[in-house]
């Protein structure tokens, strides 16, 4: 079966600091990797999706990048962090019938 | 459309009694929709999607209704349950596409 990891859970960072936030899916090949982010009480938006190795495809213009250095790894990335970067990031695969399968989350905070 | 800035419109309703959540989609090109359910702190989980050729689907509890004309969505939870309130997605897709938009979400309070 599936699964997908992401970390860390919590993340407090001070602002002008770098980020890296992992995730990593188990049990398929090839998924479709996103991120997301959503921000206190509001809706889902998506920041990048990944259909392949090396393949990135960004919806917002912003502070932060990701990459997909193997096959089931995307990574989230930014060199320094802005006050508006804080929010509850989730990352997923696409399954069957276009349904998402999300991750556990990362709260992040900055300060 | 993405409707991320917007606060999120809550229903609350007593325990037993059902619930309808509404979302209204952007995307003539849509095919495909899904709800989700988001619990304090956790990712969103699937619940139950619907393609654009059928206008009602149901699964244990809960029914999707689709209304192509008017672009809307409904999510109906029968003999809602302390542990239905939550926050409710719906989201679309175009088949086999790669991007899932989320609609703006409901907060579900169940009152026992």
């Known amino acids: 079966s599936q699964t997908i990891h992401q970390w860390p859970a919590t993340l407090v960072q001070p602002v002008g600091s770098p980020l890296s936030l992992e995730c990593t899916v188990e049990g398929t090949s090839n998924p479709n990797l996103y991120w997301y982010r959503q921000a206190a009480g509001r809706g889902l938006q998506l920041l990048f999706y990944?259909?392949?190795?090396?393949?990135i495809s960004s919806e917002v213009p912003q502070n932060l990048s990701a990459s997909r250095p193997q096959d089931r790894q995307f990574i989230l990335s930014s060199k320094k962090l802005l006050l508006s970067d804080s929010g509850f990031y989730l990352c997923?695969?696409?399954?069957?019938?276009?349904?998402?399968?999300f991750g556990s989350g990362t709260q992040l905070s900055v300060l | 459309g993405e409707s991320v800035g917007l606060h999120l419109p809550t229903l609350s309703v007593q325990e037993g009694d059902n619930s309808i959540i509404n979302c209204a989609y952007s995307?003539?090109?849509?095919?495909?929709f899904i709800w989700y359910k988001q619990e304090s702190g956790k990712g969103p989980q699937f619940i139950i999607d619907?393609?654009?050729?059928?206008d009602k689907r149901q699964g244990q509890r809960v029914t999707v209704l689709l209304n192509k004309t008017v672009k809307h969505l409904s999510l109906q939870i029968a003999a809602t349950q302390p542990g239905d309130s939550a926050v409710y997605f719906c989201?679309?897709?175009?088949?086999?596409?790669?991007?899932?938009?989320f609609g703006a979400g409901t907060r579900l309070f169940v009152k026992a």
């Open positions: 619907i393609r654009s050729n059928m």
């Open positions: 995307n003539s090109a849509s095919d495909y």
């Open positions: 989201a679309e897709n175009i088949r086999g596409g790669f991007k899932t938009i």
């Open positions: 990944s259909v392949g190795i090396g393949q």
């Open positions: 997923a695969y696409q399954g069957r019938r276009e349904k998402l399968f």
